[in-house]
């Protein structure tokens, strides 16, 4: 794709903002990491395995799906932060879905997880200077400044939360 190609402000950017609510980079990943430590590990146990439609994935397969776009996005942060001027490629969630092991873990271990990984990403944000926070970051097709791929963290979590919530936790029945 061309420079003049690339979208600065994509609009899966302006779904991010909306979901983070204006919220600050800082709150906002200290406010995941409160959504996490809320989440009610018996009720997930309850509905296991089970979805709500058939071919969706399982609460287990969407909590490995969080910790490994987390990761995924920190790499690219820190390719941007360092500006180490590799493009980060995309990546393909249905197939990283599809060969995860999330089913055979339990609910218990992916939330430790999904912790540990955002205490981490907390503190990798907070290693940055507002110089470095601003960096652009151009991708294959886009272009944001690193806070937001933080802020990206965030709302993905918002977003799949929400989806547990509607759609998953009615089957706790």
Same mark, same amino acid.
């Given at each position: 794709?061309?420079?003049?190609?690339?979208?600065?402000?994509?609009?899966?950017?302006?779904?991010?903002?909306?979901?983070? /609510? #204006? $919220?600050?980079?800082?709150?906002?990943?200290?406010?995941?990491?409160? %959504?996490?430590? !809320?989440? =009610?590990?018996?009720?997930?146990?309850?509905?296991?395995?089970?979805?709500?439609?058939?071919?969706?994935?399982?609460?287990?397969?969407?909590?490995?799906?969080?910790?490994?776009?987390?990761?995924?996005?920190?790499?690219?942060?820190?390719?941007?932060?360092?500006? /180490? #001027? $590799?493009?980060?490629?995309?990546?393909?969630?249905?197939?990283?879905? %599809?060969?995860? !092991?999330? =089913?055979?873990?339990?609910?218990?271990?992916?939330?430790?997880?999904?912790?540990?990984?955002?205490?981490?990403?907390?503190?990798?944000?907070?290693?940055?200077?507002?110089?470095?926070?601003?960096?652009?970051?151009?991708?294959?097709?886009?272009?944001?400044?690193?806070?937001?791929?933080?802020?990206?963290?965030?709302?993905?979590?918002?977003?799949?939360?929400?989806?547990?919530?509607?759609?998953?936790?009615?089957?706790?029945?």
């Amino acid at each position: 794709m061309e420079k003049s190609e690339t979208k600065e402000n994509p609009a899966f950017l302006e779904y991010v903002y909306e979901l983070n /609510e #204006g $919220t600050e980079l800082p709150e906002a990943l200290e406010l995941s990491l409160k %959504e996490i430590d !809320n989440i =009610d590990i018996a009720q997930l146990n309850r509905i296991g395995l089970k979805t709500y439609e058939k071919g969706k994935w399982t609460i287990h397969k969407i909590l490995q799906h969080l910790i490994d776009w987390e990761r995924i996005w920190c790499f690219r942060a820190i390719l941007f932060a360092r500006r /180490e #001027g $590799t493009i980060p490629e995309a990546h393909d969630q249905e197939i990283m879905a %599809e060969n995860s !092991n999330a =089913d055979e873990m339990s609910i218990e271990q992916l939330v430790n997880e999904l912790r540990i990984v955002r205490q981490s990403s907390i503190m990798m944000f907070q290693s940055f200077n507002k110089k470095i926070l601003e960096t652009s970051c151009k991708f294959f097709e886009y272009e944001m400044p690193l806070f937001a791929i933080g802020l990206t963290i965030t709302a993905h979590q918002i977003h799949h939360f929400n989806i547990i919530k509607e759609r998953y936790i009615p089957l706790d029945e």
